[in-house]
Nanobody, 122 residues
Framework: QVQLVESGGGLVQPAGSLSLSCAASGSTFSIIGIGWYRQAPGQQRDLVAR???????NYGDSVKGRFTISRDNAKNTVYLQMNSLKPEDTAVYYCNAGVFEGGISIRYREVWGQGTLVTVSS
C-alpha cells in the first residue's frame, strides 16, 4: 500500500517561513494528483495547494501569493514553501494524493498522510 509521510512542521513566528515535505512510498504505484490540505480545531479541512494531473496548480484563496507548491516526480515527493506566515495559518497540514496501485490488478484510491502541526505564534 502507498503511504504518505509529512515532515517539517513546527513553531514559527509571524511573518516567518517554513517548508513542508511529503514523501510517498510503496511497492508499485503512480501518483496522479498530489497536494496539501489543512485543518484547525473546530474547522473543516480546506485546500491549501494542489498539483493537478494536467500539471497545473491550485491554491486556496487565503494562501495565494504566500505559499508555493512544488513536486519532484523522481523522488515521489511534494513540497510546500510557506512565507509571510500568519497566526491564522496555524493548523495540522495533511498531504493528500490520488494514486494507482498494483502491478497485476490496478486500482485507484485517495491516500492521506498522518499530518504535521504548524504553529504560528510569537
Amino acid at each position: 500500500q502507498v503511504q504518505l509521510v509529512e515532515s517539517g512542521g513546527g513553531l514559527v513566528q509571524p511573518a516567518g517561513s517554513l517548508s513542508l515535505s511529503c514523501a510517498a512510498s510503496g511497492s508499485t504505484f503512480s501518483i496522479i494528483g498530489i497536494g496539501w490540505y489543512r485543518q484547525a480545531p473546530g474547522q473543516q479541512r480546506d485546500l491549501v495547494a494542489r498539483c493537478t494531473p494536467s500539471g497545473s496548480t491550485n491554491y486556496g484563496d487565503s494562501v495565494k501569493g504566500r505559499f508555493t507548491i512544488s513536486r519532484d516526480n523522481a523522488k515521489n515527493t511534494v513540497y510546500l514553501q510557506m512565507n509571510s506566515l500568519k497566526p491564522e495559518d496555524t493548523a495540522v497540514y495533511y498531504c493528500n494524493a490520488g494514486v494507482f496501485e498494483g502491478g497485476i490488478s490496478i486500482r485507484y484510491r485517495e491516500v492521506w498522510g498522518q499530518g504535521t502541526l504548524v504553529t504560528v505564534s510569537s
